[in-house]
């Protein structure tokens, strides 16, 4: 008798450690089981394991066993066969063309998502507090779209050809600027070298890195591209811009520049035709060494060099932006046609040449920034589509499918100094989450195959994806006064 009490006891006690084991499992939002985890620091595969999120958190990476034990999800995503990887960071998007383009603008943060696009950075237009409200919005869940990290209106000289501006050309203007854009609490400070004077340039390099702030810019062709960046230049933005310090003539062209005895377009043909790559690899070990940033925009130099043979007006994608927008894109197709043979036999090769230059950047140790230049103005280069299209291009320059991925994932978030939450599938860093149907290490396009995101912890299944594409073409197709 005393036996089976003892027995009936033990069962009872086992059954309650059960119930209580149980209901000792932590909750989390989601789980994502049966993916291999693509790993893009160290370029591999992570098999076997899965992913606990909580909020906009990942907390937990571990065996399957592991999570299933210690978690109880209110969602999971049975992601067998698919590849999990972060987020994409598209490093130079235009939100512009005015404000009666706001609503158009607004509905390209959805579109982002919908390609994987979780982060961009937003290099200045004319609509800036528009774009820092949306920043607000999405950081608060109240908006659809990717995290944004905006310069605001960019400092340029005294009328300016590009609008979006804060005209300066004095110390005194760059240092009220500054204020300016500090109390806007931008994310960097985008500077351009349409009218601006060489010296307030590097005055405003100086100044915002005084304040801690990084800074985005065109280089001003009066300027070596070693002035520009040993004055506290960040980031390059548009990789021909190397062309230059690849020059057996920089200094003296830049010399005849500023004295306004070549044309900016001389300039352009006279750095091309003289451009050595054993001084380019020389040149950019020294720019490597200084820690600067370049993103090359590649594809967008490609689709503006080649206008002349490649007809883009039954592109899909044009059913997915507004037609404001697209109505801005005239502008650079109407002076492409203006130009005569011999013209865009230099774009070509100007072209040609940019592209030959991002192995030698990898190899100097420059950091290398995916962007696009998306956005108004910039002919047929698609929000969202044309991160995937830069990436791309960059592995037929050369890169591997790794040192792409590097370029979005890694660097983005680095530049910003934002790695310490971004850019790993690993606890405590932000759900922002790629499902991908096939290896990106091994293809790069495996990156356009996208079964679901996750931004912030919210889940976007394919279904969902197709919706937001199927409205954007909905509100593609109205009016301007018509978009909401």
């Not at 509905?107 to 200045?124: E, H, Q």
């Not at 520009?228 to 230049?233: D, E, H, I, P």
């Not at 130099?301 to 997915?320: M, N, V």
């Amino acid at each position: 008798m005393i036996s089976m009490l003892k027995k009936w006891i033990a069962a009872v006690l086992l059954v309650a450690g059960a119930i209580n084991g149980a209901s000792a499992r932590e909750n989390a939002d989601l789980v994502i089981r049966g993916a291999t985890i693509v790993d893009v620091a160290a370029g591999k595969l992570i098999e076997g394991h899965a992913i606990a999120v909580r909020g906009g958190d990942i907390i937990a990476v571990d065996s399957e066993k592991v999570i299933d034990r210690r978690y109880q999800p209110s969602r999971t995503i049975d992601a067998a066969g698919q590849y999990v990887m972060p987020g994409l960071w598209d490093m130079h998007v235009h939100f512009g063309g005015g404000e009666a383009l706001i609503e158009e603008n607004k509905a390209l943060l959805p579109l982002y998502l919908a390609y994987g696009i979780t982060s961009v950075r937003d290099c200045a237009a004319d609509i800036s507090n528009a774009v820092l409200r949306w920043r607000a919005q999405v950081a608060a869940g109240e908006l659809v779209g990717p995290n944004i990290y905006t310069s605001g209106p960019k400092l340029e000289g005294p009328k300016p050809l590009w609008k979006g501006t804060i005209e300066v050309d004095s110390p005194a203007e760059v240092d009220a600027a500054l204020d300016r854009l500090q109390a806007m609490r931008v994310d960097f400070v985008k500077i351009t070298d349409n009218t601006l004077r060489p010296e307030i340039f590097l005055y405003a390099l100086k100044a915002a890195k005084a304040r801690g702030l990084k800074t985005s810019a065109h280089i001003p062709y009066a300027l070596t591209v070693e002035q520009a960046v040993a004055g506290g230049l960040s980031s390059v933005e548009h990789g021909d811009y190397l062309i230059k310090a690849g020059s057996t003539e920089e200094v003296q062209i830049s010399k005849d520049y500023a004295e306004k005895k070549l044309t900016y377009a001389q300039a352009s043909d006279k750095l091309v035709d003289t451009f050595d790559p054993a001084l380019a690899r020389k040149e950019f070990r020294k720019l490597g060494s200084l820690g600067l940033y370049v993103t090359p925009t590649q594809n967008m130099g490609r689709i503006l060099a080649y206008l002349d043979r490649e007809d883009h007006s039954k592109d899909a994608a044009l059913s997915l932006i507004g037609p404001g927008l697209r109505e801005t894109y005239n502008w650079r197709v109407e002076r492409a046609a203006k130009a005569d043979a011999a013209a865009i036999e230099r774009r070509h090769r100007k072209y040609e040449l940019s592209a030959t230059l991002l192995p030698l950047m990898r190899d100097a140790g420059i950091s290398i920034l995916a962007g696009t230049d998306a956005g108004y103005l910039n002919s047929f280069n698609y929000p969202g589509q044309g991160l995937h299209d830069e990436l791309a291009r960059f592995v037929e320059s050369g890169l591997t499918p790794t040192e792409a991925l590097h370029t979005s994932v890694i660097n983005g978030p680095k530049f910003l100094g934002k790695q310490a939450r971004y850019g790993a599938i690993a606890p405590g860093k932000a759900a922002d989450i790629l499902l991908l149907g096939a290896n990106p290490l091994a293809d790069i396009a495996a990156t356009r195959d996208i079964r679901a995101v996750v931004r912030a912890g919210a889940v976007y299944d394919r279904a969902t994806l197709d919706g937001l594409l199927a409205s954007a073409r909905e509100n593609a197709a109205k009016p301007v006064t018509e978009i909401k």
